[in-house]
């Protein structure tokens, strides 16, 4: 028989020192792999995005640079009259619909809070009744420590308007931006009072 074929202790420990051998170059070799992908992902990723603009008619490419982005009262202001829009815009109130549509402007634990205060004004004072809701004639004033915002409420109780001259007091925050609120401004407190002009 071949002696090197037969399994002596010799034999066993030369294989098991090829194999361990065998190992650690496939180990060096996989975290050098490693290495490579991160650098090459951590290059990728901090390189300016391109954003793509898609239509029916064509695609249209722009080169973008990453900056802090600075958030100015218009964008405040502007980010309050679509809280206004959802909040008190609607055909037929629902509590289920109103809480998505005021979720990516609120905080997350107000918007319970403010639904249920709409329900229980609306639900108690008009039950049964069909309402709809409009506003117009809306300012917005923002100042350092609150946005207050002026408007009337035109509520139609079975299509008949009644106009309520009504004032919004609300502080605003600034959080992670999602996807529907990208500036990350979110109410976090609200106070209403309806008549006041």
């Excluded at 402007?105 to 709809?132: H, M, N, P, R, T």
């Excluded at 009644?162 to 007091?169: N, Y």
Aim: hydrophobic residues 45%; neutral net charge; proline residues 4%.
């Amino acid at each position: 028989m071949n002696e090197k074929s037969k399994n002596t202790i010799p034999n066993i420990w030369t294989a098991q020192e090829n194999l361990i051998h065998f190992y650690r170059l496939l180990s060096a070799g996989l975290g050098g792999l490693a290495i490579v992908l991160l650098v090459t992902a951590l290059a990728f990723g901090f390189r300016d995005p391109i954003v793509v603009v898609k239509s029916q008619a064509a695609q249209e490419f722009f080169p973008s640079q990453r900056a802090p982005v600075s958030i100015e009262k218009q964008d405040v202001e502007a980010i309050s009259r679509r809280f206004l829009d959802a909040l008190y815009v609607w055909r037929e109130f629902s509590g289920q619909a109103l809480t998505k549509e005021i979720a990516p402007y609120v905080e997350e634990a107000l918007v319970a809070k403010i639904v249920d205060s709409q329900s229980l004004k609306y639900g108690k004072d008009f039950k049964g009744k069909k309402l709809a809701q409009e506003i117009s004639f809306v300012k917005v004033e923002v100042l350092e420590d609150r946005v207050v915002c002026t408007f009337d409420r035109i509520l139609k109780i079975e299509g008949v308007p009644l106009v309520i001259p009504t004032e919004v007091t609300l502080s605003m925050l600034r959080s992670s931006s999602t996807r529907e609120n990208p500036m990350g401004v979110f109410v976090s407190g609200i106070v209403e009072n309806e008549g006041a002009k």
